[in-house]
C-alpha cells in the first residue's frame, strides 16, 4: 500500500472563495451592465476552471458556463418576439431574466453551503 502524499491535493484559501463569490456576483448584477459583467466572468469561469483540480469549484464553474450560455441561447431565439411589437419581447426577455436570476442565486447559496451546484442535470 503506498501512502497519500497530501502536497499533491490543493487546499482552497479563502482567496479561491471570494472569487468565486466575485463570479456569482458578476453574473448577477450582469442584467444591469448590459451583459459586461457576465461576459468578465465567463472569461474568468474558463480560465481558472481549466487550472481547478476541486471538484466542487469545477462544478460551480461548469454551472455557471452553462447558464450563461443557455441565456444567450434563450435570448437569441426568442428575439424575434420584439419583431411582434414591444410586449412580447419584454415578456420573454423578463422571463429569461428571472430564469437566469435564480441560476445565479441557487448556485451562490449552494457553493456558499460548500453543496454541488446541481441536484437536477437539468433544473
Given at each position: 500500500?503506498?501512502?497519500?502524499?497530501?502536497?499533491?491535493?490543493?487546499?482552497k484559501t479563502?482567496?479561491?472563495?471570494?472569487?468565486?463569490?466575485?463570479?456569482?456576483g458578476l453574473h448577477t448584477l450582469a442584467?444591469?451592465?448590459g451583459g459586461i459583467f457576465a461576459v468578465i466572468a465567463l472569461i474568468i469561469n474558463y480560465i481558472r476552471r481549466a487550472d481547478e483540480s476541486d471538484a466542487l469549484y469545477i462544478d460551480h464553474?461548469?454551472?455557471m458556463?452553462?447558464?450563461?450560455?443557455?441565456?444567450?441561447m434563450w435570448l437569441v431565439l426568442l428575439s424575434p418576439l420584439w419583431l411582434l411589437f414591444?410586449?412580447?419581447?419584454m415578456v420573454a426577455y423578463g422571463i429569461v431574466y428571472l430564469w437566469y436570476?435564480?441560476?445565479?442565486?441557487?448556485?451562490w447559496l449552494r457553493f456558499n453551503?460548500?453543496?454541488p451546484a446541481r441536484v437536477t442535470p437539468f433544473i
Open positions: 500500500m503506498s501512502e497519500t502524499d497530501l502536497a499533491e491535493f490543493d487546499y479563502s482567496n479561491d472563495r471570494t472569487i468565486m463569490h466575485v463570479l456569482y442584467w444591469f451592465s464553474h461548469n454551472y458556463i452553462q447558464t450563461f450560455w443557455w441565456t444567450v414591444l410586449l412580447p419581447g436570476l435564480y441560476r445565479c442565486i441557487r448556485g453551503s460548500n453543496r
